[in-house]
Each structure stands twice: as C-alpha cells, then as structure tokens.
C-alpha cells in the first residue's frame, strides 16, 4: 500500500523528479526502509493510456511549459520554445527513451588525462572510475533487464537494422548488432516481451520498455515507504540558519502553495529543471543559488552531438516497424583524434513518424526537394548519431526574465557548438552517407539536430569544490544533505546514451544516503 507522510514529517527523503534517477533513488531507498517523498510536477498516466501517435502523445507527455533559448545552436533558431524533449509526467523522460542502455568506456570517465586541455572546452576527469562503477552498472543492467548482458537474449533486427548491418559489413565495421537495450526480448519481471510494434518513444504499451513508472515506482509503493505526488510543480528549497536543507515548496495540482519538510532533499529534475531550483532557491546565505559556492550551478550544459542521416531505397523499408533504436555501431565511439576530433559517436537506428520527419527535415516545409523527401518516406532507412560534446563554462542554464504561472524564473538555455562537435558531426554524416549509399541508397539527407532528450551536465561532480558542484556521491559539496540524482551531475558526456549510467549512480547514491542515515551524519 502505497504511504501517505504528513507536510510536517521531517524524517522523510524528498526527491524531486521521478525519471531515471529520482525514480531508481526512491525505490532503492524505500527497499532500505527509508520514508521518501517522490515531487512530480507532471501527472500520472498508466502505460494502457499511452497513445500511439506522434502528436497527440507529445500532447500528452512532453514537458511543454515556458523556457527560453539563446546561443547560436539550431535548436535556438528552429524550436526556440523547445530546448529540450523530455517527459512532465511519472516516470520522467523514462517514458519517452528508446532504452539504448550502453556503459561508458573508461577513458570517458577521465576527459581531461585523455583528451588534454582542449581550446574552449571546461574538461575535467570524473571523481570516480568505470572500475568503481561496473558493479553498479551490473546492478542496474539486472535491474532493467538489458539485452545482451546477463545471459539476456537481443531483440530481433528490423529492417532499418538490416540495411544498417548490411552497410556496416561494407564499410568494414565490426561492431554492429541489435543494441543493449532495456527492452524485454523475452518475458520477464512480470512484463511482456517487445511486440515489434514501434512508438518506442510515445511510451511503450507493452510495458515491455523499462520505465521507473510501471517498475521502480509500484516495488517502492509496495513497500508502504514510498509516496509519489504528482502534479506537484516545485518552486524551491529551503534552509535553516546552518545551510541544512529543511524542506521543499512546490505547488500541488490547484496551484495552492504545499511545503513538505525534509531531513534530505534529491534533485533529478533534468539538466535543465535541476539547476533552475537551485538557483531559484537563492538566499541571503546562497545569495548566488543553493549549492552554488563555485558559481558552477547551471554550467556546463552537455547535450551529446547529435544528428541524423536519412536515406532513400528502391524498395519499401518501413523503418517505423519494430523496436526504434534496436540497432547499433559502436566502432566510432572510440577517441581517435586522427579523425580530426577528441571523444566518438554512436550510430543508432532511428525512425521518425511522417508528421516528426516533416517537422524535422531539412530542407524544411515545402518546395519540390522536401515533397519527394516525403514521398519517399515508406522507402526511406533513418540513423541518429549520438556523440560526446564538450562542457563549456558558457553553455548554461540561467534565469530568464520570463516567469511561470507561479511566479517564478522560468529557464533560460544557452548553448553554442564547439568546433569538435561540429567536426565529430560532420564526419558522422559523411560515415552515414558512405553507409547507405554502400547498399545502394538512391539519397541521403543529413538532419541537423532536434530538441535535445539527452540533457546532461549543470550540477557537475567535481573532486574539488571549487570545480563543481556534487561530490562523487552526488551529494552537493555546499549543503551535506542536499544531493543531486539525475544527468545534471555528469561530469562529462561520454559518447553512450546516459540512461544506464544514472540509473547505475543512483543505486550507488541510495547505498551511500542510506549508510549515511544509519551513521546520522545526514
């Protein structure tokens, strides 16, 4: 049964956010006998009523309130209300990812030794390494049942897959297959198995798809320790006299002000979300935002290099049947500057339903190139490529001067491509091109990149203060029980989807948060 904690109860974890990591940390908690409070500001809807169609499920589930954008990216130019694309309901962004699952390597674990101090880029190694890290990322790859470790079969290649595998095998690439996904290929924890259906990114419902909604969010319910609260939009966070965080003020589903005391405070709001409390939370102690003695709150900001490449065939593809991203080459993702550029990229099956691919196609909109783009669209073969970007003091999360309907500074996102993101992007479209046109492809069109759902940095872990944010726990190096638990605390990118590393640092967090409750030092 599902708790219910009084306003005033301060001896319960307030997490705010319920995706990847606010999800995971809740549950994991709950499982040690702790009394956590799950703030979500978007509502709950059960993976019967996902919807099956581009538009109204964006409707539906995407985080579409106010936020503005500067820097001289595309996303500024093209979507300058939509940053981002993630989730506003329980279960965060986990409703919406494609479930690639992939471990960073270990050289992204340490930019700076490997990379060397690279011209406008804030490198910095992570406090921690993969070895620390790959018994978490065991726990988590158990945990959400990711393909292809764990004695766990692959899912089945599609035929956006084939074309993929039969163009890597060309150009001489070794390591395709059908990806590490968090996707049952069979039945398991009381789960379906994937039915091919696609709409991978509308929310699966199969349920087959991992989701902290329908798998993290019911075991720690079940617990009678875990209390989720959705349509509760947080305002911010406040402290008493010492710098300890007390509690949380966040307006429930009537726009009433609600304040929901706390021993310890988690924030997993998103990249973009995460540091917008924090400095929303501005005081006459932290004049400058909570946490933020480094002034590195909101720096920083990663969205992966991204782009994709589309291509035309003389026979039908259908690239929208089956799993989206269950295809993948991992053969770039290596650091290898003799390509021109630091860090490597993935390259993922991708497709896009015709109103998204008329949306996100350049040439955009009308005239004779775009049409027969669309006419070609049932013969058409899509991949993303998703690659490391490199921190930048200056792509930020800032205040802007638009307020929400509570009054509060909405987000502003500010970000600019370095010139190794655009030298890694272009080489990526050239393999792509090169790829499909090795098996015949009759066109290809390069995409520039969407409204980010990989949205990382901004509340960096740092082994020293005055560097970032967080500690290699998560926990802020500013206010001892105030901790960060989503990809705003990544130090880096890597070239990997980050799904699996947040939930793997959240499962290490709770142990941490919970050894530290025990010992009363929080």
């Known amino acids: 049964m599902a708790a219910k904690f009084d306003n005033n109860d301060d001896s319960v974890v307030v997490i705010i956010g319920s995706g990847a990591g606010g999800g995971t940390l809740g549950n994991e908690l709950a499982q040690k ?19 099956n169609d581009e538009w109204a499920s964006f409707s539906q589930l995407a985080w579409t309130d106010a936020r503005t954008t500067s820097g001289s990216w595309r996303v500024a130019k093209n979507f300058p209300n939509l940053p981002a694309w993630i989730v506003k309901a329980v279960g965060g962004s986990t409703t ?18 490997t990379y060397g101090r690279v011209p406008g880029a804030n490198l910095l190694d992570w406090p921690i390494t993969l070895a620390e890290m790959e018994p978490f990322y065991a726990a988590a790859e158990e945990k959400m049942g990711v393909t292809r470790t764990g004695g766990r079969p692959g899912l089945p290649g599609n035929n956006n ?3 993929l595998k039969a163009g890597a095998d060309k150009l001489g690439y070794k390591e395709c297959h059908t990806g590490r996904m968090a996707i049952n290929s069979t039945q398991r924890d009381d789960r379906n198995s994937c039915q091919q259906t696609g709409f991978c990114f509308q929310g699966c419902k199969w349920g087959a798809k991992w989701s902290t909604l329908y ?16 349509q509760s939009h947080v305002m911010r966070i406040e402290h008493d006299a010492s710098g300890k965080v007390t509690g949380v003020v966040y307006a429930d589903k009537d726009g009433k002000e609600q304040r929901q005391k706390a021993r310890i405070v988690a924030v997993a709001g998103n990249s973009i979300e995460s540091p917008r409390i924090l400095l929303n939370s501005a005081s006459s102690k932290f004049p400058d935002g909570l946490a933020n003695s480094s002034g590195q709150v909101g720096r920083n900001y990663m969205r992966h290099m991204t782009g994709s490449v589309y291509a035309v065939f003389d026979k039908p593809v259908h690239m929208y049947r089956g799993t989206t991203m269950a295809g993948i080459i991992q053969d770039e993702a290596r650091h290898d500057p ?37 006419d070609g669209y049932p013969n058409m073969a899509g991949m993303w490529l998703v690659g490391e970007d490199m921190p930048q003091e200056t792509n930020r999360i800032t205040l802007s001067a638009v307020k929400d309907k509570y009054g509060m500074p909405v987000a502003d996102v500010h970000f600019d491509d ?36 990989h949205n990382l940095g901004t509340n960096r872990m740092s082994e020293k203060p005055r560097d970032g944010v967080v500690n290699k726990f998560g926990q802020t190096h500013d206010v001892k029980n105030l901790f960060v638990s989503d990809g705003s605390q990544f130090t880096t990118g890597g070239a990997e989807n980050p799904t699996l590393t947040i939930v793997a640092l959240a499962i290490r ?8 409750m025990k010992a009363k030092t929080i």
Request: no cysteine; aromatic share 12%; glycine share 12%.
């Open 33 to 51: 006998g702790v009394n956590v409070v799950i703030l979500e500001a978007g509502a709950r809807h059960e993976y019967d009523s996902f919807l």
């Open 215 to 230: 798998t993290e969010i019911p075991k720690g319910e079940a617990t009678g320790k875990l209390e989720v609260r959705p």
């Open 418 to 453: 370095h010139p190794n993101d655009v030298a890694m992007r272009t080489h990526g479209y050239g393999q792509g091109a090169k790829l499909y046109e090795a098996v015949g492809a009759t066109r290809t069109f390069p995409t520039v990149p969407y409204p980010s759902t």
């Open 96 to 113: 919406h990812w494609a479930g690639a699952s992939l471990r960073f390597q270990e050289h992204e674990f340490r930019g700076l030794s």
């Open 509 to 516: 967090q709770a142990n941490h948060i919970a050894e530290q």
């Open 338 to 374: 003799s390509r021109g550029f630091v860090g490597g990229y993935e390259m993922e099956t991708l497709s896009l339903g015709l109103p998204f691919m008329a949306a996100f196609l350049d040439p955009g909109a009308w005239g004779r190139e775009f049409t027969s783009a669309l």
């Open 161 to 163: 897959f084939k074309i």
